[in-house]
């Protein structure tokens, strides 16, 4: 009966609230989804690869994670999702400068 009395009471929460609650659902949901889209990748190629498209879920979901961390003031979950955020990015430049030197040799 608690979860269905927290789903009821959240409903009746401010819009303002429920809206700060879905960011941060979609952040959950956006990098959670990285899984599947490594899995779903590496299935098709018939070897485990990281696509380039784990690593911006990653990033968003990362980043919006953080921005409803820090909403919550939720400090150690705020350090959690943005220690990584620089890896994150990071990954993504050296997939492209990568690209770019093949491209060009």
């Known amino acids: ?14 819009p303002y609230d429920t809206a700060w609650m879905l960011f ?3 952040g959950a949901a956006i990098f959670g989804v990285r899984f599947l889209i490594q899995w779903i990748t590496s299935e098709k190629r018939g070897h ?21 961390a820090v909403h919550q003031s939720a400090w150690p979950l705020v350090l959690q999702q943005a220690l990584p955020l620089p890896i994150y990015a990071r990954n993504i430049w050296m997939i492209y400068r990568d690209r770019r030197r093949g491209e060009s040799v």
């Open 1 to 14: 009966m608690g979860f269905l009395t927290h789903l009821y009471e959240t409903a009746l929460q401010p």
């Open 24 to 26: 941060g659902y979609a």
């Open 48 to 68: 485990s690869v990281i696509p380039l498209r784990f690593w911006y879920a990653s990033l968003v979901g990362g980043m919006i994670s953080f921005i409803y």
